[in-house]
């Protein structure tokens, strides 16, 4: 008989890989549709805002992965705890436990 055994943490690269694919996905034909003369239909502030949010989000998955690679990934970059699986879960990019993201926007 032979369990399979789930690594959250490999089951978490493996979102963080699919998202950093989908949004930089999204920001390539975002950016095709920026330099059609209709911008695909977007409205231009909708269009610059979709850009950025874009951008940030390849940005944050793309550090999630380099700190999975380096060692350092689940670690607040604060106080140097474990930050929880479940807020892993919920938010695959974070940098900071929850009481650090507090004191960062509080």
Excluded: N, W
């Amino acid at each position: 008989m032979t369990s399979t055994v789930h690594d959250p943490i490999e089951e978490l690269r493996t979102t963080l890989e699919e998202q950093f694919r989908r949004h930089t996905d999204q920001l390539v034909h975002l950016t095709l549709c920026s330099q059609q003369p209709d911008r695909g239909d977007f409205d231009d502030d909708i269009l610059e805002a979709l850009v950025v949010s874009s951008r940030q989000v390849v940005a944050d998955t793309a550090q999630a992965l380099r700190r999975m690679a380096d060692g350092s990934y689940g670690i607040c970059e604060r106080c140097a705890t474990d930050i929880p699986l479940q807020r892993l879960e919920i938010l695959p990019h974070a940098r900071f436990c929850v009481p650090c993201q507090r004191k960062r926007t509080g």
